[in-house]
């Protein structure tokens, strides 16, 4: 049996406050599951848990109960992460080195060297389309540009799972569709892709599953396809349907030669599922 790329079995985080008795939970008794080759949207308003959940897949916080684990592995242990690449929200690099520099920095540290990692410095810049920006120094590149040397030094080392922070945040359209297309491919390769977004329309472009945060608590988890369905509606998608055929269908009236290309549920989008879920939570509390 393969292993889950990540597995989140019962998982809590408290922060206590300084000075005081009480505490804060980030994430209460949540479980999750990220199989390999799939893009899992872990999403939420701003305080819902995401973060926090992601840095304790990581290792990078320590959880209060519960477990998770990466490839079966405890994310406690530092040889949990060797097949993983981390894009933060805010990735901070150093603005002296250039993009090639940077990249073959984080290279080292993943132990590449040689022919190896110049080769894989190369890929890895034309991947992310900054070929002709690798000699240019941090300090000049705008935020997509940032982002996607951000993207590019999370694959150095060829992960099978990639964990992604808001990959698109303070993109322009152009640098999002490009990430949106990398995160395809990654898929395409069989990588496990985990990200946390607030672009809903991108997420419901490329995720497999979503899981909706809302105070800490997983309010709604499934495809995507299914999550989006409005029960008890069902579309007709006709072809060179007349408004004669149309009043006919009101009726109920099988006698048309009009031909029914598909039939499937209506759907919501994953935005308007955002905010339905994410208000009726609230309102419980």
Same mark, same amino acid.
């Given at each position: 049996m393969i292993d889950a790329a990540v597995a989140v079995e019962g998982l809590t985080k408290d922060f206590r406050i300084p000075f005081h008795r009480q505490s804060i939970v980030a994430v209460r008794d949540l479980n999750l599951r990220v199989k390999?080759?799939?893009?899992?949207?872990?999403?939420?308003?701003?305080?819902?848990?995401k973060s926090t959940t992601l840095k304790i897949?990581?290792?990078?916080?320590?959880?209060?109960?519960?477990?998770?684990?990466?490839?079966?592995?405890?994310?406690?242990?530092?040889d949990s992460r060797e097949a993983v690449g981390f894009l933060p929200e805010n990735p901070y690099f150093y603005k002296f080195l250039t993009g090639e520099e %940077?990249?073959?920095?984080?290279?080292?540290?993943?132990?590449?060297?040689?022919?190896?990692?110049? %080769?894989?410095?190369?890929?890895?810049?034309?991947?992310?389309?900054?070929?002709?920006?690798?000699?240019?120094?941090?300090?000049?590149?705008?935020?997509?540009?940032?982002?996607?040397?951000?993207?590019?030094?999370?694959?150095?080392?060829?992960?099978?799972?990639?964990?992604l922070d808001e990959p698109t945040a303070g993109v322009d359209p152009v640098g999002s569709r490009q990430i949106r297309d990398l995160i395809l491919d990654l898929k395409r390769r069989g990588a496990a892709v985990l990200l946390s977004s607030h672009l809903l329309g991108q997420v419901q472009e490329i995720c497999d599953r979503v899981g909706i945060l809302a105070k800490g608590t997983l309010v709604r988890e499934g495809r995507l396809?299914?999550?989006?369905?409005?029960?008890?509606? %069902?579309?007709?998608?006709?072809?060179?349907?007349?408004?004669?055929?149309?009043?006919?269908?009101e009726r109920l009236s099988a006698d048309s030669k009009a031909r029914v290309v598909d039939r499937r549920r209506s759907t919501t989008t994953l935005e308007q599922l955002f905010l339905e879920v994410t208000k009726q939570n609230d309102k419980a509390k």
């Open positions: 390999p080759g799939e893009v899992y949207g872990l999403l939420g308003p701003n305080g819902s848990g897949i990581l290792g990078l916080v320590s959880p209060t109960h519960g477990q998770t684990k990466i490839f079966g592995r405890e994310s406690s242990r530092v %940077t990249l073959r920095f984080f290279g080292k540290l993943c132990r590449l060297n040689g022919a190896r990692l110049k %080769t894989r410095v190369s890929e890895l810049l034309e991947l992310v389309g900054l070929t002709n920006a690798r000699k240019q120094r941090l300090s000049t590149y705008s935020k997509g540009m940032l982002q996607r040397i951000g993207l590019a030094q999370a694959l150095i080392n060829q992960p099978k799972l990639v964990v396809e299914e999550l989006i369905e409005i029960e008890n509606q %069902t579309e007709l998608v006709l072809e060179n349907a007349s408004d004669a055929l149309m009043k006919e269908i």
